[in-house]
Nanobody
Framework: QVQLVESGGALVQAGDSLRLSCAASGRTFSSYAMGWFRQTPGKEREFVASISANGRSTYYADSVKDRFTAARDNAKNTVYLQMNSLKPEDTAVYYC????????????????????WGQGTQVTVSS
């Protein structure tokens, strides 16, 4: 069992940067692949980024590639999402999630493969 708590969401202007954090409880954090997803009202939750358990593999949605970076600090049980050059279309509630079934190098972009979810943090980008 792992509990996830996101933080760092804010109201920013287009072009600004923001870093989200996701703090995890439990001693097995380093064995979980982690993902970031986002959701806007009336739309399905969508994949944003993922990072493998060992931090060596990352994967990004095309819409955020070259602007967002996922990272993790297993010593701090925390995963991060650095968001640069933010756009109004990035406005959403951002969720982190943990996947217990990947190997150390693997990640997943599939929502249903994630076992645990945080409560979300709101990111609003004004134009």
């Amino acid at each position: 069992q792992v509990q996830l708590v996101e933080s760092g969401g804010a109201l920013v202007q287009a072009g600004d940067s923001l870093r989200l954090s996701c703090a995890a409880s439990g001693r097995t954090f380093s064995s979980y692949a982690m993902g970031w997803f986002r959701q806007t009202p009336g739309k399905e939750r969508e994949f944003v980024a993922s990072i493998s358990a060992n931090g060596r593999s990352t994967y990004y949605a095309d819409s955020v590639k070259d602007r967002f970076t996922a990272a993790r600090d297993n010593a701090k049980n925390t995963v991060y999402l650095q968001m640069n050059s933010l756009k109004p279309e990035d406005t959403a509630v951002y969720y982190c999630a943990a996947d217990s079934r990947r190997t150390a190098w693997a990640t997943s972009r599939l929502l249903y493969e994630y076992d645990y979810w945080g409560q979300g943090t709101q990111v609003t980008v004004s134009s």
